[in-house]
């Protein structure tokens, strides 16, 4: 991919569907300076119009996934610079990818590192990965939405101790508690996460897409909301070339060819 010589703080590869972006400032711990949220937008809005890219991989190295947002951006803000940030509009363009996104995470994962993670569709974390919001004690708070999807995700008391005190997990204790789906040994966590996005990669994009939408909806809306629009989801796919192809192969015993309509 060309797209390596314009980036500062990423590298990428692409293989069998899947784009790998590896976060490479790693004399800053990755940390997710503006610049850096900047690459990382700019990448996944191309991925996202790529119909060669099935599943998107997020990865740092065996010592750092992303250690949080960069202290001396912060530190040179006052109230008025902070309001108008750009990092706001940054991370929810993240937010708004369609295709599904992965992180494969070892080392530190803390303050914006974590809060990308929880960003993501799948986690799959080394067995020395630590997870953590320490910004309570910067006399911060957590500001890239933090507090709003740990919640959802580990729950209630364990998203309230982890904010309140400052104090990280282990890979162990966040799969327990659903942050992340498998743990794996370190050198296995990126070739795991692309074992599965590959297989995702492989299924049906619309059908993909589809699922993500009602996945990522779920926070949003009620029960019978959801189960709406899941249904309207449902019918709307019953329109696609793909959805005949996947059942016509059903029958006859093949492989599924989906082109995406």
């Not at 703080?9 to 069998?16: A, N, P, S, V, W």
């Not at 750009?86 to 992965?102: A, D, T």
């Not at 966040?174 to 074992?195: C, F, K, N, P, W």
Request: hydrophobic share 40%; charged share 20%; with cysteine.
């Amino acid at each position: 991919m060309t797209i390596n010589n314009e980036l500062s703080y990423l590298q990428c590869q692409q293989q069998k569907g899947v784009l790998t972006i590896r976060f490479t400032h790693y004399e800053k711990r990755n940390a997710l300076t503006n610049q850096c949220l900047e690459e990382l937008v700019g990448v996944l809005e191309w991925a996202d119009t790529n119909g060669e890219i099935g599943a998107v991989v997020l990865t740092g190295g065996e010592r750092c996934f992303a250690a949080g947002a960069d202290l001396n951006e912060l530190a040179s803000q006052g109230a008025v610079e902070t309001w108008l940030n750009p990092r706001p509009l940054l991370w929810q363009r993240l937010n708004e990818f369609n295709k599904p996104l992965l992180a494969a995470v070892n080392g530190y994962a803390l303050g914006a590192g974590l809060e990308l993670v929880l960003l993501c569709d799948i986690v799959i974390a080394g067995e020395k990965t630590v997870f953590g919001l320490p910004e309570i004690t910067l006399g911060l708070i957590p500001g890239a939405g933090g507090t709003q999807r740990l919640v959802r995700t580990v729950g209630k008391s364990l998203a309230n101790q982890m904010v309140l005190t400052g104090q990280p997990i282990t890979a162990e204790r966040a799969l327990d508690a659903g942050l992340v789906s498998e743990m794996v040994v370190t050198e296995l966590a990126i070739e795991r996460t692309q074992e599965v996005a590959k297989t995702i990669a492989q299924r049906a994009p619309l059908a993909v897409k589809a699922a993500k939408q009602a996945l990522q909806q779920v926070p949003n809306t009620t029960l019978d909301q959801g189960l709406k629009q899941e249904r309207q989801l449902f019918i709307t796919l019953a329109a696609s070339n793909d959805r005949q192809e996947g059942i016509d192969a059903f029958f006859n015993k093949r492989s599924p060819k989906y082109k995406g309509n």
